[in-house]
């Protein structure tokens, strides 16, 4: 083995410090109708984007389906955080979508980060609006924080190249 070749060893371990770790996140609303607030979530779930498809049967015959791709549907997207007393814009806006019907679509970016705060995945969230506001459930036997739980549907979700 000559000098310059890596021991196997030490390529797999280079390998593993390519992977992504999921806790560096951040996540930035978009919006003309307030200053957004910087909110921090525990936890975003829901990027993810699904084909449609829609079987057709062959003429005359029952036997074969045909599934042909209809259109791209993203999944809700759910974000998850300590509650806090302060109310910020953002929950605001929700509230308005949820309980006073004032839909008012903005834009995500999530961002995925190293630890340096430098952006490895973004993702754009297109036309937003809250479809429920919720908190997780009180229990006097139990010391666990209140979890605020913001739901959102969207038009379109979209990877795009970092900064």
């Known amino acids: 083995m000559g000098t310059s070749e890596k ?10 410090n ?14 003309d109708d307030f200053v957004p607030d910087r909110l921090g979530f525990s936890e975003v779930s829901g990027l993810s984007v ?11 015959g029952n ?6 791709p209809k ?7 759910v974000l998850k955080r300590a509650l806090n007393p302060a ?4 929950i605001e806006w929700a509230r308005d979508c949820v309980e006073k019907f004032q839909i008012r679509p903005l834009t995500l970016v999530i961002s995925l980060e190293d630890a ?17 506001l919720s908190v997780s459930d ?20 979209v990877e795009v190249k970092p900064d």
Do not use: H
Not at 50 to 60: D, I, K, M, N, S
Not at 63 to 68: F, K, Q, S, V
């Open 63 to 68: 036997t074969y389906a045909y599934r042909l």
């Open 50 to 60: 699904e084909l449609q498809t829609e079987e057709v049967f062959e003429g005359g």
């Open 138 to 157: 009180f229990s006097a036997s139990k010391s666990e924080m209140v979890i605020e739980t913001l739901e959102l549907t969207c038009q379109s979700i």
């Open 87 to 90: 109310s910020p814009n953002v």
């Open 18 to 31: 390519k992977l992504i770790p999921s806790f560096f996140f951040q996540v930035f609303f978009i919006s």
């Open 7 to 16: 021991p196997a060893i030490a390529k797999e371990a280079d390998s593993y």
């Open 71 to 77: 259109q791209a549907k993203p999944k809700n997207l």
């Open 116 to 132: 340096s705060q430098q952006q490895l995945k973004v993702w754009n969230v297109m036309n937003a609006y809250a479809v429920k």
